[in-house]
């Protein structure tokens, strides 16, 4: 058995290695002005590519992170993300064009996906049963109060030293990540449990999880509830500023959000284990639908056009849009796993690679369209979550 840190100490470090996803990318948001007016003032909406290609290179990441790691170990995979995910920050942050910054976003996001991929696997080999369940369940949700500071951190940042300064932020974050799980935590994976890195058996292993229909199903329906969210995180910041003339309070504002819809985290644990998880999933699309359709109608007739009453829409949209993640996404990946078996490791690189990297195909050309209005956002909310429900009720019943 590998040697164990205290569960405490290891549950903080995982939630740290997992903080770092949502920290690169929420603690962004105040800083697209910035680079857009740098690297992109004609036009301003391709500042919104910086998210898209670190989740790009998040989804690549997350497809291969996790066969590797069973051949090489957990300890110098992750290593490996935090050097490239550095790297990455580093080139980003001396960027002085836009392409170059996307090379780099998409190199931070590759890495930043294996510390996340194979920190779930080291769990898996030290833990089982109420104790794992336990560990992931905190860490998750650090993950998911993550971005309710990171935008007021990364404003800070970015007021003290320019949209520079938070890529300085990032690197400083990966060394302090990587001394801190160097130092202290040794290998988990045992020896005779490392497999060979054999080509044919990831391709076969994407075959057989593809080859499901229920799965394929799950990822379109994944794909489409993470392109609605993404897409309102790449026109939010955009939409606070020139729809609301909110810009300098957005952090807060954003904060708040996160928090409000954290809460859907703890009403789905208390109602899954009675309700189920498809009824939980058909309530959790069937409110985004609600709440888009009622968005919209109060914005396309005229009735939001006031500041503040529009801005109270938009806030309490957004809010309902993030509040029903808690009932899907988890749920979702759940009933994914179920027909896996022992493939439930491949199963989750190739469903999570797969789900992320299409979501961007969908939210990129979203952001594009903004308007100066939520509008874009509001529509792209109302079709995938309408799309999702309806493609939901195609799944087949188990034998």
Not at 147 to 158: D, E, F, R, T, W
Not at 172 to 190: C, D, H, K, N, P
Not at 210 to 238: K, P
Request: aromatic share 12%; charged share 10%; hydrophobic share 55%.
């Amino acid at each position: 058995m590998p040697r164990r840190l205290p569960q405490l100490e290891f549950t903080a470090l995982l939630a740290l290695l997992f903080a770092i996803v949502a920290f690169s990318i929420d603690a962004m948001l105040p800083g697209l002005p910035e680079i857009a007016a740098d690297l992109s003032p004609s036009d301003p909406n391709r500042a919104q590519l910086v998210l898209a290609a670190f989740v790009f290179g998040m989804g690549f990441g997350t497809l291969v992170s996790g066969p590797i790691s069973d051949h090489f170990g957990r300890k110098p995979l992750i290593l490996f993300g935090l050097l490239l995910y550095a790297l990455g920050a580093i080139f980003a942050g001396l960027s002085h064009s836009m392409e170059m910054m996307l090379v780099g976003r998409v190199l931070q996001g590759f890495g930043a996906a294996f510390p996340r991929t194979v920190g779930v696997a080291m769990v898996r080999d030290l833990y089982e049963g109420r104790d794992m369940a336990k560990i992931i369940s905190f860490v998750m949700t650090i993950f998911m109060l993550a971005p309710a500071v990171a935008p007021s951190v990364g404003a800070l940042i970015i007021g003290s030293f320019g949209w520079h300064g938070i890529f300085a932020s990032f690197v400083l974050l990966a060394v302090i990540s990587a001394l801190w799980f160097g130092l202290r935590q040794s290998e988990t994976l045992a020896p005779e449990n490392h497999r060979k890195l054999n080509p044919r058996d990831l391709i076969q292993g994407v075959r057989h999880v593809l080859g499901i229909y229920n799965v394929r199903l799950y990822i379109l329906i994944l794909t489409l509830g993470f392109a609605q969210m993404f897409s309102i995180l790449s026109s939010v910041q955009q939409i606070y500023d020139q729809s609301f003339d909110l810009g300098a309070s957005f952090p807060y504002w954003f904060g708040g959000t996160a928090i409000l819809s954290a809460a859907g985290a703890v009403i789905n644990g208390n109602l899954v284990t009675r309700l189920g998880m498809h009824v939980m999933i058909r309530l959790g699309y069937r409110i985004a639908v609600t709440a888009s359709l009622i968005a919209l109608i109060l914005n396309l007739t005229g009735v939001a056009d006031a500041s503040s009453f529009g801005f109270a829409v938009f806030f309490v949209w957004t809010v309902a849009m993030f509040f029903i993640n808690a009932f899907t996404f988890g749920n979702l990946n759940a009933l994914a796993m179920v027909p896996l078996g022992r493939m439930a490791g491949m199963g989750n690189s190739v469903i999570g690679a797969l789900f992320t990297m299409g979501s961007v195909v969908i939210a990129v050309p979203v952001g594009l369209m903004f308007n100066g209005t939520p509008l874009p956002v509001m529509v792209a909310g109302l079709l995938c979550s309408g799309l999702a429900l309806a493609l939901f009720r195609l799944e087949r019943k188990e034998a």
